[in-house]
């Protein structure tokens, strides 16, 4: 896959990934529609630069192994998981149900702002040369 280089920062990059119409033929990810048409407009993503790649360049990436399993894992699994645990400790505290509903909701926002800030920086992209 390919993409142009936007931004630089200390060790990562921010790449606009260029889906052609050719890429639906291939073997492709489909991280730069998401779903859409190939026309649509390119997202952006943050990707590790270690070929050191300058604003500007064209420049070829890939996805690590697995990422899109690390991400549900990471993002949806685990605090489905919370929300789960916190709504049966919050009914063995002898709360009412929509007590114990809310206290979970609480412990999944506070899950998902502390994920935000912890994975700010995270990617699962990397470039793999300069074009």
Known sequence: MYAKVLKTYRDKAEIEI????????????????MGQKPSSKPRAVLAHNRVKAKTGDMVEFEEKEHAEIKAALVLLIGPLVLFMLSLG??????????QSFFFSLLVLAVTYT??????????YYHITGIK
Do not use: N, P, V
């Not at 260029?18 to 529609?33: L, P, Q, R, V, Y």
């Not at 400790?89 to 929509?98: N, V």
């Not at 502390?114 to 990617?123: C, E, N, P």
């Open 89 to 98: 400790i919050a009914g063995s505290m002898q709360f009412e149900l929509w």
């Open 114 to 123: 502390i994920l935000r800030y912890f994975l700010k920086d995270t990617t």
């Open 18 to 33: 260029i889906c052609t119409d050719a890429s639906k033929e291939s073997e492709h990810c489909g991280a730069c529609t």
